[in-house]
């Protein structure tokens, strides 16, 4: 079943305020990853964090891991219309003598002008 | 991006057909993946290669088959197609353990 969890599954915004998408792991996780996918488009890269506790922010996003490494977050300041899309994380867990790239359900973020 | 293709971009099949999906890579990586995406569902692997002679199952390969021809090519094979396959399909590689992965545009897939 799903080991990364991800909320809101969706949101719906005006344009100019704040969003933000959690992420939660039942285990420790060596880094986590995030992913935008546009509409009709393919999931590209975003960040990835591997400390604890580590913040990154690029322009209005700023990503969280967090202190136990089981929980991310994903905070959009200000939000435009180039940030409609879906957002996954993606947790790395070390099994079975591989580290394997988990994916959340994703949040999808709607933004109205 | 255009270092990842898969072919084709949407395929319309009957249930009980044989059908593949082909990923090529130009990035030089080694590791090659191939992920299943329902609505509500994020994206799941099915099938993972570290390299030509490494393929290994994952968490829903029941159904599929896969292929490494070439460091540069990963196929993906429904055998005997059904419904609940319908989906989308992306295919990513990447250069080592842990680091980011680099995704096709996805194959589109019904089977009806």
């Known amino acids: 079943g799903q080991q990364v969890m991800q909320i809101p599954q969706y949101q719906h915004v005006q344009e100019g305020e704040d969003f933000t998408t959690y992420c939660n792991s039942s285990?420790?996780?060596?880094?986590i990853q995030w992913y935008k996918q546009r509409p009709g488009g393919h999931p590209v890269f975003l960040i990835q964090?591997?400390?604890?506790?580590e913040v990154k922010k690029q322009k209005r996003l700023t990503f969280q891991f967090g202190e136990a490494k089981k929980n991310s977050s994903l905070h959009i300041t200000a939000t435009q219309t180039t940030d409609v899309g879906t957002y996954f994380c993606?947790?790395?867990?070390?099994?079975?003598?591989?580290?394997?790239?988990?994916f959340g359900a994703g949040t999808r973020l709607a933004v109205h002008p | 991006d255009a270092d990842v293709t898969q072919t084709p971009r949407n395929r319309i099949t009957k249930t009980g057909k044989r059908i593949m999906l082909e990923c090529s890579q130009t990035?030089?990586?080694?590791?090659m993946y191939w992920y299943r995406q329902d609505p509500g569902l994020g994206l799941r692997l099915i099938y993972y290669?570290?390299?030509?002679?490494?393929?290994n199952k994952g968490e829903i390969s029941d159904g599929y088959s896969v292929s490494r021809q070439a460091q540069a090519k990963f196929s993906l094979s429904l055998e005997s197609a059904i419904p609940n396959q319908t989906a989308l399909y992306f295919c990513?590689?990447?250069?080592?353990?842990?680091?980011?992965?680099?995704f096709g545009p996805g194959t589109r897939l019904t089977v009806t």
């Open positions: 990513a590689t990447s250069g080592a353990s842990a680091y980011e992965q680099y």
């Open positions: 285990t420790t996780l060596s880094n």
């Open positions: 964090l591997v400390k604890s506790g």
């Open positions: 993606a947790g790395y867990k070390f099994s079975g003598g591989y580290n394997k790239l988990i």
């Open positions: 990035k030089g990586h080694d590791r």
């Open positions: 290669s570290f390299d030509v002679k490494d393929i």
